[in-house]
């Protein structure tokens, strides 16, 4: 499976995002899809993602009710929606799949075999 993430940019604090997810070499629905983003300096985070196994929507704590991961089958395309952005979410955020990854292991950047390439979201005051 091939992803690349696009829709990153540089917004005012308050402003909405959606970032764009494209998987390319499978069909995308039956895979646990996510988002991570890393700060400069920091780990890779968890941020969302869609179970494979039941279409189980799971979010970081910092992020839930603020942000929403969705998937299109039909497009092989996951978006993460970012509204009320905060300084505190510029980050480059990644996308990653994977078939068949344990649920409990959803938050966990390795247990994840595929990455797209990252894309920037700055969030100024």
């Known amino acids: 499976v091939q992803l690349q993430a696009s829709g990153g940019g540089l917004v005012t604090a308050g402003g909405s995002l959606r970032l764009s997810c494209a998987a390319s070499?499978?069909?995308?629905?039956?895979?646990?899809r996510a988002w991570f983003r890393q700060a400069p300096g920091g780990r890779r985070e968890f941020v969302a993602a869609?179970?494979?196994?039941?279409?189980?929507?799971y979010y970081a704590d910092s992020v839930k009710c603020r942000f929403t991961i969705s998937g299109d089958n039909a497009k092989n395309t996951v978006y993460l929606q970012m509204n009320s952005l905060k300084l505190e979410d510029t980050a480059v955020y990644y996308c990653?799949?994977?078939?068949?990854?344990?649920?409990?292991?959803?938050?966990?950047?390795?247990?994840?075999?595929?990455w797209g390439q990252g894309t920037q979201v700055t969030v100024s005051s």
């Open positions: 990653a799949a994977d078939r068949t990854l344990i649920t409990s292991s959803i938050r966990s950047p390795s247990a994840y075999d595929y």
């Open positions: 070499g499978r069909t995308f629905g039956r895979y646990f």
């Open positions: 869609i179970s494979g196994r039941d279409g189980r929507l």
